[in-house]
């Protein structure tokens, strides 16, 4: 099973460097994945404890106050700019993290590579929303 993360509408939890790791903590993170018993082919919700862990730095200072729901997101890569990335997945070649928040919080970040990590019994709760 794929599963497909969409940086928008999902819910930081926190950001929290560590030397040349960046993390993106989540609270809930907007995910789709296949579903054969559906018409449309997906179903679409939540998934809790997904992080998005980056490398490179230095990472700028202000990170305390980075969480709640986010306006749009994207990795870029060469050229690409994505925002949707597989869960789990991998970019080893990504060059820039950058993150709009709702409430009008931006963070933008140089990257080397990215990874997105679910926990392995993590469940979609589905989202009925129109």
């Known amino acids: 099973m794929t599963r497909r993360f969409s940086f928008a509408d999902s819910e930081v939890a926190a950001v929290v460097a560590e030397g040349d ?16 018993t559906a018409f449309s082919g997906e179903r679409q919700g939540f998934v809790a404890g997904v992080e998005l862990v980056c490398r490179g730095g230095p990472w700028p200072g202000g990170l305390d ?14 050229g690409a700019s994505l925002a949707q990335l597989p869960l789990p997945g991998e970019l080893g070649e990504a060059s820039r993290l950058e993150l709009r928040f709702a409430q009008r919080g931006e963070f933008a970040a140089a990257v080397t590579s990215v990874s997105l990590i679910s926990p392995h019994d993590a469940a ?7």
Do not use: H, Q, T
């Open 21 to 36: 790791v960046l993390r993106v903590r989540f609270a809930a993170a907007n995910v789709s994945e296949p579903d054969a």
């Open 65 to 78: 106050g980075l969480a709640g729901r986010l306006a749009e997101g994207r990795v870029r890569v060469p």
């Open 124 to 130: 979609l709760a589905e989202s009925f929303a129109c």
